[in-house]
């Protein structure tokens, strides 16, 4: 159900003609987060800032974090990504979510190593 989310996540993205790479500098505007996140991903310090000079020339940051505008941006990013993510939790009730719960989160703690570093990219909650 991540994954649902996360290809609902990049198609609102591409329809607001967002990259990758603009993405996170986005949420980095407004949050902080790239001293998190660009570690991991790959992407030189160049192409960081060619991402947030394309972002400036749309009017969705500035050299303090987000416009008005981008923040708008993030805000409908965000709640549209929530909508589309809804339609498998409309179908279950209570109940069956808490036992799909108790399936897939021991599979998840298994699979993710111990502590997951915060603040993270992923927002996993602090250990």
Excluded: C, Q
């Excluded at 979510?97 to 990219?121: E, F, M, Q, S, Y």
């Amino acid at each position: 159900m991540r994954e649902h989310r996360g290809d609902g996540h990049v198609a609102v993205l591409a329809a607001e003609g967002i990259d990758g790479l603009e993405a996170h500098a986005l949420r980095d505007a407004g949050d902080g987060s790239g001293s998190v996140v660009a570690p991991h991903r790959g992407w030189t310090d160049e192409e960081w800032t060619a991402a947030r000079e394309r972002l400036t020339a749309r009017g969705l940051v500035r050299a303090d974090g987000l416009t008005d505008e981008g923040a708008r941006l993030r805000d409908h990013i965000e709640r549209r990504t929530d909508e589309l993510a809804a339609a498998p939790y409309a179908v279950a009730d209570a109940d069956e979510l808490a036992t799909l719960d108790g399936w897939l989160r021991p599979i998840a703690r298994g699979l993710v190593p111990a502590p997951v570093p915060h603040p993270n990219p992923v927002g996993a909650p602090a250990p």
